[in-house]
């Protein structure tokens, strides 16, 4: 199985392959935010954390242990759900911007810490080997994102879904449902930081070099760029944001020195032009069903929608 | 000791201070983060450089070049930037400031290079002096009286004048304030404006302090004093004071301790150990939720 993979992949440009990689990889890390801040509507300015944390660990578990990369992968995953719940617990009381502040605020504490730990090779880095698997990477990469998916699509449409919307919607409102808000911000919050932590796992291997600088702010604010620029909350539109913006830089590689300049106009223009994001509130579900003929009403279409549409009124928030 | 220790980390943090401004301005009335705040003080710092290295010119004739051209850009990116997403939702417009933020800086690694850049040497004349066993130098302390003058200048814009009260009226109630015939966007341009002015006058400031001005100075600053605004609580104009001095003077308590190689950890840790005490941070309105 592994020998006939590595066939099927050698076939493909490698240069095309790191970019494949590169938007599985991306996409993955949408998903997780997207969880916390897409569907339960917290802004998290730290995402990249996790993914540092899962980096790390999942790079550790394979230098140290040799551990098979489907164990580790999923062991880094719940290393760093447990982290997320840990951190989310204290944190997840405070509300909006302040909660940003604080996501921000750890995340650049976990850069110091790691460049400051013997464990992670300080500010040098890790090389990190190949990993324990005969199936190749970008095949690993790709299931995962189908998984990821699949997981995140099923969790849309529970009563854990439903219930991190209700979050979303509004706090007050949602308690008196009977739901524990604390409780389902902290899972949702762990959820994203599962998904970030195997993304991490993912990139060490892919890149084979991390170093604690890697994950710093801009990475986390390139994540959330993917799902507002894709849409808030719709899957579909995470996707997309992440295939666009993981793809972009490669893309733009023919200006040089120019590409980031690009890159930072084309986030404004994006956002002028399409504020809701590109998907904006359309799920592709609904789109599916309808072209088959089966028009579903057309609220199940616009799904999601965020109820922080405008400026919310000073002292109102 | 002590009592040098103190005096480093309140020029420190009075430029922390300055910087916070800006974040807690523009939060108080658009409730907007606005993140291209950290490049409007690089830009300033770099102004400040060109003016006293090409222009030769005094260093407080360049503080107010920096303060004017920062002034323009400032305006400039409200007005292409943030405007036409004033009615959308808040994330768009933050991503927005943050993609300017992303410009900014890179254009400045184009047209400047990579490298930190120094101030010519002798713009300022520091001389030290010697209070019991503390060593000050003058431009620290110039840097704590320039603070404190734009500081008190803009408590006084803020409470005595006209404008300061359509910007108290606005940040109370956008719209009300709307109806009540106040120029909404014109004051929304001069908060930018009064922010811009600020963080141009931090930038030349602390570019004179370390002796150093690079594309991407802005970024760890800007966080830094957007953590202070958090502290003091965002939106209020003596918190991100209070805050960015706080800040400051434990940043470089800690240093002095021996956490050198934590040095950017320290304010965050600070943040985060506040905030789960105070939620609104240390002066900030305790927030009354309604359904």
């Known amino acids: ?317 | 000791m002590f009592f040098q220790q103190l005096i480093n980390g309140i020029a420190l943090g009075s430029t922390y201070a300055l910087i916070a401004l800006g974040y807690t301005m523009v939060y108080g009335i658009i409730t907007l983060i606005n993140f291209a705040h950290g490049e409007i003080y690089m830009v300033g710092a770099f102004v400040g450089l060109f003016a006293t290295s090409i222009l030769k010119v005094n260093f407080f004739v360049a503080m107010l070049i920096a303060m004017v051209v920062c002034i323009l850009l400032g305006v400039f990116v409200e007005r292409i930037a943030y405007r036409p997403l004033r009615k959308s939702s808040r994330l768009s417009a933050l991503i927005s400031a943050i993609g300017v933020s992303i410009f900014l800086s890179t254009l400045a690694q184009m047209l400047f290079g990579a490298n930190a850049k120094g101030y010519p040497e002798g713009v300022f004349p520091v001389k030290q002096i010697t209070i019991g066993s503390a060593e000050i130098s003058t431009l620290q302390l110039l840097i704590i009286a320039i603070s404190a003058t734009l500081m008190i200048a803009l408590e006084f814009i803020v409470h005595k004048t006209k404008i300061g009260k359509a910007m108290r009226a606005t940040s109370e109630d956008y719209n009300t304030a709307a109806l009540m015939g106040i120029n909404v966007n014109m004051v929304i341009s001069f908060t930018f404006a009064l922010g811009s002015a600020l963080a141009a006058a931090g930038g030349v400031l602390v570019g004179l302090l370390f002796n150093a001005v690079s594309f991407n100075m802005g970024l760890m600053a800007g966080l830094k004093a957007f953590a202070a605004a958090v502290l003091g609580g965002i939106g209020s104009i003596p918190g991100a004071m209070l805050g960015g001095l706080l800040l400051g003077v434990t940043e470089v308590a800690g240093v002095a301790i021996g956490f050198s190689s934590y040095r950017d950890a320290i304010a965050f840790a600070i943040l985060v150990l506040v905030l789960l005490v105070k939620p609104t941070g240390l002066l900030g309105r305790k927030i009354q939720k309604k359904v």
């Open chain 1, 1 to 317: 199985m592994g020998d006939f993979l590595q066939q099927l992949i050698g076939g493909i440009n490698p240069y095309y392959l790191q970019i494949l990689v590169n938007i599985g990889i991306g996409i993955i890390l949408a998903l997780g935010l997207n969880v916390v801040t897409g569907l339960t509507g917290q802004l998290s300015l730290g995402h990249a954390a996790f993914m540092s944390i899962g980096a790390f660990t999942s790079a550790l578990l394979t230098i140290k242990l040799g551990m098979p990369f489907s164990i580790n992968l999923i062991l880094t995953g719940f290393i760093t759900a447990a982290v997320a719940a840990l951190i989310g617990l204290p944190i997840l009381r405070l509300t909006g911007d302040y909660l940003a502040i604080c996501t921000l605020g750890f995340a650049e504490i976990v850069k110091v810490v790691f460049l400051n730990l013997d464990i992670t090779n300080r500010a040098l880095g890790l090389t990190v080997p190949a990993p324990n698997t005969t199936i190749p990477l970008p095949v690993v990469v790709w299931a995962v994102v189908l998984l990821a998916i699949i997981c995140v699509s099923f969790i849309h449409s529970s009563r854990f879904g439903r219930a991190l919307m209700a979050v979303r919607g509004d706090e007050i409102a949602a308690e008196a449902m009977g739901i524990d808000v604390t409780l389902y911000k902290v899972q949702s919050f762990a959820l994203g930081a599962f998904i970030a932590g195997v993304g991490g796992g993912l990139y060490a291997h892919f890149m084979g070099y991390i170093n604690p600088s890697d994950f710093g702010f801009l990475k986390s604010v390139d994540i959330l760029s993917m799902i507002v620029l894709g849409g808030l909350g719709s899957i579909t539109g995470s996707v997309i944001g992440a295939t666009i913006l993981s793809a972009a830089p490669e893309f733009l590689r023919f200006m040089a020195s120019y590409r980031m300049l690009v890159y930072g106009g084309l986030l404004v223009c994006m956002m002028i032009f399409r504020p809701n994001g590109l998907m904006g509130t359309i799920s592709f579900t609904g789109l599916v069903l309808r072209a088959l003929g089966r028009k579903p009403h057309l609220k199940t279409i616009m799904e999601h929608k965020i109820s922080e549409t405008s400026r919310p009124v000073n002292g109102d928030t």
